[in-house]
């Protein structure tokens, strides 16, 4: 019943990350006199821009704050800073919350293989199970027992019968523990490394923004193709991890993906290209917006970049490059400004 995506690789990678290429769809950088540039296409046979200037975030807003404590907590957790407690019966769940689960799936009317567990552990966020399963438990309470109709990915390496199909998943939460969160003092803020209460929030606030902000111009966006050879980095860049990985368990790749889900190697690569999608569209639609507004990347922005990325990772350039791909720097520069644009021109209330 997992999904068995190796959703842990996106943990070993910069999601900025992607290499150089060529194409025949390239276009001229014209006088742009920058060191490096990624995506040299014409945009608009990958990607139609919707509005990205003039967008309006509320501070007030349920988005707004959930972004920004999304953050903070991220902070939190990362530092050791937070609990945990047992959530009561009839209590809500919430993401993030760790459940134990009794469930049983069917498939018209008839349970299916491996679709059946008892005491199951789940924590939700995860993305251990199908979309919906996971989202389809926030806001059900311990003790209930809920039906989620859904349907099963396709394609679906693990069990092909499987792809596409409608299920019922009968899900009986036993108990929930929650990650309990300390409020924010000057003294958590040192402790994150922060000068300050304010400096915290004033990240925090930035964060948020853009995180809305970014979703906003997504949102408005349309893919139209995704370039192969930037998917092709992206799914190279989780297979040089993973043969990383196996190999501290003296296997080959394709040993560890048998004895981890059975899966090929040819399934694993179109599993990791489909996860990979939404970062290459990322890029995509931030590139497409640095063209149209005539933002490049200096060398003089490659050597503060580097040496930014440097200090705060404690790896060295050629580390960052074998681990993130020869243009990490410009990549995750391309980002931060383009994402500086979009709040700079947008109204803040």
């Given amino acids: 019943m997992k999904k068995r995506v190796f959703a842990a690789a996106a943990a070993l990678l910069l999601a900025l990350s992607l290499t150089a290429c060529g194409s025949s769809d390239t276009a001229s950088s014209g006088s742009k006199k920058s060191?490096?540039?990624?995506?040299?296409y014409k945009f608009d046979h990958y990607v139609t821009l919707g509005e990205y200037r003039g967008l309006t975030v509320d501070r007030n807003s349920d988005a707004y704050k959930?972004?920004?404590?999304?953050?903070?907590?991220r902070l939190l957790e990362n530092a050791g800073?937070?609990?945990?407690?047992e959530r009561a019966a009839g209590e809500a769940i919430e993401n993030g919350d760790?459940?134990?689960?009794?469930?049983?799936?069917?498939?018209d009317g008839v349970a299916f293989e491996g679709g059946?567990?008892?005491?199951?552990?789940?924590?939700?966020?995860?993305h251990q199970f199908i979309d919906g399963f996971e989202t389809g438990l926030i806001g059900k309470k311990v003790g209930e027992t809920v039906d989620l109709n859904l349907n099963f990915p396709d394609p679906y390496p693990n069990n092909p019968d499987l792809a596409g199909a409608p299920?019922?998943?009968?899900?009986?939460?036993?108990?929930?523990?929650?990650?309990?969160?300390?409020?924010?003092?000057?003294?958590?803020?040192?402790?994150?490394s922060f000068d300050s209460l304010e400096a915290l929030q004033k990240q925090a606030d930035e964060s948020a923004l853009d995180t809305v902000l970014w979703e906003q111009v997504t949102a408005n966006a349309e893919i139209l193709k995704y370039p192969d050879e930037e998917l092709n980095d992206q799914v190279q860049l989780v297979i040089n991890q993973y043969v990383a990985y196996a190999k501290g368990y003296d296997m080959t790749l394709e040993d560890f993906l048998a004895a981890n889900g059975g899966m090929t190697m040819q399934d694993f690569r179109a599993v990791v290209q489909e996860q990979y999608k939404p970062t290459v569209a990322e890029d995509l639609i931030c590139y497409a917006i640095a063209d149209a507004e005539g933002i490049v990347f200096t060398k003089e922005d490659k050597e503060a970049e580097v040496a930014r990325l440097t200090a705060?990772?404690?790896?060295?350039?050629?580390?960052?490059?074998?681990?993130?791909?020869?243009?990490?720097?410009?990549?995750?520069?391309?980002?931060?400004?383009?994402?500086?644009?979009?709040?700079?021109?947008?109204?803040?209330?």
């Avoid at 760790?98 to 498939?107: A, S």
């Avoid at 059946?116 to 939700?124: G, H, K, M, S, W």
């Fill in 35 to 40: 060191v490096a540039r990624l995506y040299r």
């Fill in 312 to 349: 705060e990772s404690g790896q060295t350039d050629a580390q960052l490059r074998e681990s993130y791909g020869e243009n990490y720097a410009e990549t995750t520069w391309m980002l931060r400004t383009v994402r500086d644009f979009v709040r700079e021109n947008a109204t803040i209330k």
């Fill in 81 to 85: 800073l937070t609990s945990t407690a």
């Fill in 66 to 73: 959930a972004a920004n404590a999304a953050y903070t907590n």
């Fill in 98 to 107: 760790v459940l134990h689960i009794d469930y049983t799936g069917k498939r």
């Fill in 167 to 192: 299920v019922v998943f009968t899900v009986t939460v036993r108990s929930a523990v929650k990650t309990v969160y300390p409020a924010l003092t000057a003294e958590i803020a040192k402790q994150l």
């Fill in 116 to 126: 059946t567990a008892q005491n199951a552990e789940l924590t939700i966020g995860s």
